[in-house]
């Protein structure tokens, strides 16, 4: 079967995909193009603009950009580097935007009076690329000036590694740099202004107010900053600023001319440090002009036969970038709806997902001697943090400005979003993770590298133990991948591949998804590492059933239990399970070994039904044998141990009640008392179905018109302490609770279904909650958040939560 699978699938690639491109795909050809495709692009994405190449670790070039009104004193207390909430901005965040092509972000910064646009382009080949910023003010009459910033350093050895003004005097307009990375070869910045005035009131005879300090003319300020300081670029340019402005204030005891505030806060090399690879470039842009200012920057390869050679050639390239990402975007997703909001919306949305994606290298901090505590379960301080490293990795982040950073919980979901739109990028930062996974098997749960990525990380979630596990959804993703592309291969039809790609996949991006002989030398190369992960899972998180032999024997039960497969989350408290993902959920009271997680043991049957989905794509026999086995011994004990009949739903366990030999179900119907269901363990046709069906599709329960609540609202701690998981709307689970849905119903999705049932109310309702919550939430704020009131659908918690709050994206184009 596969074998033929394949042939066909070759064949008919030579035909549709190498007739166009003149090649067959292949290892090398995928390689090349991911390669090309993704070494460029604003990968700091803690930054409002930030751009550092991706796998370019020794010698990177790292540019950003920075901006303030510099025409009043307390301008520079408005100064914007990093993406922050607390800047307050109206609006800000990609509106198309695809790492391998670039997009368009928009920035509405009021405080500042200003509209800023940045658009990110590249050349064909992915070697050379540009960036435009075009700014307006908001209000022309408001009299503010617009002074941006732009900083770049060629990091490395400056021996090997350097990045020169090219002409040291002459016109300042039109600046130029040389750059030798030893990397990426010799290059060359070019900055072009376009459009706009800067600073100039012609009352005056000279804006000079100190040697340098002219707000007339573009400043440029070399010096040397170390590499490990760069991102400090806000820091460094305040504290020479600082100095220069105590300078020329101490020595102007008179008034200065207010005209002369804009030169006062211009950078200027003030105590003569020697040219070095860090830059700064300073444009005070007159910002009463309703035509704004504009200006690129270009960067060329010096041997490339792609150079970008003219302001008119960005403005074509830009075009066609933003051409082609609304055409990917309309290929891998359908809108039916009538409202064209909802395509802005969701095309934004995805957008800033994927503008989220950053490019991370440095040391990480693990402590590895702190023992948790399993007496009395209080907080452990990890206080013995060791820098390991170095380690990369590429990863979307959950939010930019509040965790700009990888998180493995968030990152599965981030995934499934990615796949249906990029499948090959899903799969490329997949494998940056299983690259982190350690020889004992365990990867961190929050992958915070190097001190850029710590500077915004509170100092008790700064320490990574490698006792604490969190739930596996990247398997969850890796498997949803894998079974699409076991669904191709089953699919013999060579007409239904024709139809699917011309219709919903771009040949260059769906390559895996495609071409399975590619998936599978994938597989083959991460399958061990994979094996090491899920050992440590099973080792680490496993919890012994020994408290329960006598109980169980009594219930007549034990001979159906799988004694190997019990888990319980290392590392919980009294009050919080972090591990869990799902912080402050009420779990079992009080917290005891002999405890049994029934979502730590849904996701073990997860990670297996992912392994022994490798096995299956490998042809590995005895392994999927092996796999089935553990998987079906899961499901089993799923019903066995952890559902009460009582309760309806899926229960955590304990040794305990009134005599202390029960088997004790601790039951808070919510998110966790589905999970079995939402991840699929369940056999399709399970009469335990309709309870669960019941308990979402009830308004006193979970059902609420924006989604289902984290927690019911009949439970004693709905809205209770933190309120994080106690009642709030999440996407995630709501995602998974709709996917599932359409597994175990797939009437809920048919046009003219047999019959209406609850199932299919619970999808349609469900459906329509999710995106009028998302959506309208976007319309009055221009934000996605990290959770939504249950009492009245308010988004809330962290703004600009485009991780897997842009789940949504796949609910409103997939049917
Ligand atoms: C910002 O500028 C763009 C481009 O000129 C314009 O289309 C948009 O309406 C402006 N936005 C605001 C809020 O002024
Ligand atoms: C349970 O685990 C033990 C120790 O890892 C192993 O020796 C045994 O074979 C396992 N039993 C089953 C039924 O898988």
Redesign the pocket.
């Known amino acids: 079967m596969l074998v033929k699978f394949l042939l066909h699938i070759t064949l008919w690639l030579n035909i549709v995909i190498g007739s166009s491109s003149g090649e067959p795909f292949n290892d090398a050809s995928f390689e090349k193009y991911t390669k090309q495709s993704l070494l460029w692009a604003p990968y700091r994405s803690n930054c409002y603009f930030g751009l550092r190449p991706r796998n370019v670790d020794a010698t990177p070039l790292i540019a950003g950009i920075m901006w303030f009104d510099n025409s009043r004193t307390d301008g520079i207390t408005k100064f914007r580097h990093f993406v922050d909430q607390g800047d307050r901005m109206?609006?800000y965040g990609w509106e198309m935007y695809d790492p391998r092509l670039g997009g368009k972000e928009?920035i509405?910064d009021d405080e500042n009076n200003l509209?800023l646009?940045i658009y990110f382009t590249k050349s064909h080949d992915g070697d050379n690329w540009a960036f435009r910023v075009?700014g307006?003010p908001?209000d022309f009459t408001r009299s503010t000036t617009a002074s941006i910033i732009l900083y770049l350093n060629q990091n490395g050895d400056p021996k090997e590694s350097r990045l020169m003004k090219a002409s040291s005097e002459g016109d300042s307009d039109f600046l130029q740099f040389d750059g030798l990375s030893k990397e990426l070869g010799e290059y060359q910045i070019s900055i072009w202004d376009n459009l706009g005035e800067l600073f100039n009131d012609r009352d005056l005879r000279n804006m000079e107010v100190a040697p340098g300090c002219d707000a007339s003319k573009t400043a440029h300020v070399s010096l040397t900053v170390p590499d490990g300081s760069v991102w400090k670029a806000k820091d460094i340019f305040q504290t020479l600023m600082a100095d220069s402005v105590k300078a020329i204030l101490e020595e102007k005891k008179a008034d200065v001319h207010t005209s002369l505030i804009p030169s006062i806060f211009t950078i200027r090399n003030y105590y003569q440090f020697p040219a070095g690879n860090f830059h700064y470039v300073q444009k005070t842009f007159d910002n009463s002009d309703p035509k704004?200012f504009e200006f690129d920057v270009v960067y060329n390869k010096l041997e490339s036969q792609e150079r970008i050679n003219t302001p008119q050639q960005v403005s074509s390239l830009i075009a066609s970038t933003l051409d082609e990402v609304t055409a990917r975007f309309n290929r891998h997703f359908h809108f039916k709806s009538q409202n064209n909001g909802h395509r802005q919306f969701a095309i934004e949305t995805l957008s800033n997902l994927l503008g989220g994606i950053g490019y991370f290298h440095g040391n990480q901090l693990v402590d590895r001697t702190t023992e948790l505590d399993e007496d009395t379960f209080k907080e452990v301080q990890l206080t013995h943090p060791v820098e390991e490293g170095p380690y990369s990795l590429f990863t979307s982040v959950p939010s930019r400005a509040a965790f700009p950073r990888g998180f493995y919980w968030d990152e599965g979901f981030h995934l499934l979003q990615i796949m249906d739109y990029d499948f090959d990028l899903a799969v490329e930062i997949c494998s940056s993770w299983f690259e982190l996974i350690e020889d004992s098997g365990w990867v961190a749960r929050e992958v915070i590298l190097g001190n850029e990525a710590r500077s915004k990380v509170p100092d008790r979630f700064a320490v990574q133990n490698p006792n604490i596990a969190n739930p596996p959804t990247l398997l969850l993703a890796f498997s949803e991948m894998l079974g699409r592309a076991i669904e191709q291969e089953n699919q013999d039809s060579l007409n239904r591949f024709g139809e699917n790609t011309e219709d919903s996949l771009t040949p260059q991006t769906n390559q895996l998804e495609l071409n399975s002989d590619l998936l599978i030398n994938y597989a083959k190369k991460i399958y061990p590492k994979l094996l090491k992960h899920y050992n440590w899972f099973r080792e680490s998180q496993r919890s012994s059933l020994d408290d329960y032999l006598d109980v169980l024997e009594e219930e007549g039960i034990l001979n159906e239990i799988h004694l190997n497969e019990t888990y319980r989350w290392r590392g919980r408290t009294v009050t919080h399970c972090l591990p869990s993902g799902m912080d402050d959920y009420p779990r079992v009271q009080p917290p005891d070994e002999s405890e049994l997680d029934v979502d730590a043991l849904a996701w073990v049957g997860v990670m297996t039904r992912s392994m022994r989905q490798i096995a299956h794509i490998l042809g590995l026999e005895e392994d999927e044998a092996f796999y089935q086995k553990i998987e079906s011994n899961i499901v089993e004990n799923l019903d066995t141990l952890h559902w009460s009949e009582d309760a309806g739903c899926y229960c955590d366990i304990t040794v305990g009640g009134e005599w202390d030999d029960e088997r004790t179900f601790a039951c808070h119907h919510g998110y966790i008392s589905l999970l079995p269901f939402a991840l699929k363990l369940m056999p399709q046709g399970s009469p335990k179905l309709d309870r669960l069906i019941s308990l979402m599709s009830d308004p006193k329960e979970m059902f609420s018109d924006y989604g289902l609540t984290s927690l019911s609202k009949s439970d004693l701690f709905f809205g209770k302490g933190e309120n994080y998981w106690r009642g709030p709307i999440w996407m995630n689970i709501n995602y998974l609770v709709l996917d599932a849905l359409k597994y175990y119903y797939p009437d809920v999705v048919a046009t003219s279904p047999k019959k209406s049932t609850e199932a299919r109310s619970l999808y349609q309702a469900l459906k329509k909650n999710l995106i009028n919550t998302v959506f309208d939430n976007w319309e009055k704020s221009g934000y996605c958040y990290e959770q939504y009131s249950p009492e009245n659908g308010k988004g809330q918690g962290i703004e600009h939560f485009t991780g897997w709050t842009a789940l949504v994206v796949n609910i409103m184009g997939r049917d």
Request: a neutral charge; hydrophobic letters at 30%.
């Open positions: 109206t609006k928009v509405i509209n646009t075009h307006e908001l704004g």
